[in-house]
């Protein structure tokens, strides 16, 4: 009734979204965001680290263990206690005898922690046990 008048044509045709050009965005976007990122692994905790004078960066072949402001213990985004601490650097100094150990402590944790921390590294058998800091 109405296609009679030219109100409503009869071929109509339906509208489309070309995805094309939003998937060209897409990759763009990801592109982006994984060039950005920071892929610095240390211990898998958030620990805000000292800063120091006499700050120097350490090789690739370093074991890092967290200490947070609670006292927890870290190793490769995991809570740990000391005596699983002992046996994991045991293990690591067993696979590559000259790794060093890098205690990355908040510098609000206890001191008392970070020192028993190094003592149970020591006594695994790890030659190289230091303190992580910020370069001033």
Same mark, same amino acid.
């Given at each position: 009734?109405?296609?009679?008048y030219?109100l409503v044509?009869?071929?109509?045709?339906?509208?489309? &979204?070309? /995805?094309?050009?939003?998937? =060209?965005?897409?990759?763009i976007?990801l592109?982006?965001?994984? &060039?950005?990122?920071?892929?610095?692994r240390?211990?898998?905790? =958030?620990?805000?680290?000292?800063k120091?004078?006499?700050? &120097?960066?350490? %090789?690739?072949?370093?074991?890092?263990?967290?200490?947070?402001r609670?006292?927890?213990?870290?190793?490769? %985004?995991?809570?740990?206690?000391?005596?699983?601490?002992?046996?994991?650097?045991?293990?690591? &100094?067993?696979?590559?005898?000259? /790794?060093?150990?890098?205690?990355?402590? =908040?510098?609000?944790?206890?001191?008392?922690?970070?020192?028993?921390? /190094?003592?149970?590294?020591?006594?695994?058998?790890?030659?190289?046990v230091?303190?992580?800091?910020?370069?001033?």
């Amino acid at each position: 009734m109405f296609e009679d008048y030219g109100l409503v044509q009869a071929n109509q045709e339906s509208g489309e &979204i070309n /995805m094309g050009p939003l998937i =060209d965005m897409v990759f763009i976007l990801l592109i982006f965001f994984v &060039i950005t990122t920071n892929f610095n692994r240390q211990t898998g905790v =958030d620990v805000s680290k000292p800063k120091a004078q006499s700050a &120097i960066s350490q %090789g690739q072949k370093t074991m890092m263990i967290g200490v947070t402001r609670e006292g927890t213990i870290h190793v490769y %985004g995991r809570q740990v206690s000391l005596e699983r601490l002992e046996t994991l650097v045991k293990q690591e &100094i067993g696979k590559r005898p000259d /790794m060093s150990v890098v205690i990355i402590a =908040d510098e609000n944790a206890a001191i008392g922690k970070a020192v028993q921390v /190094m003592d149970k590294c020591a006594l695994a058998g790890a030659a190289k046990v230091s303190l992580a800091a910020d370069k001033e």
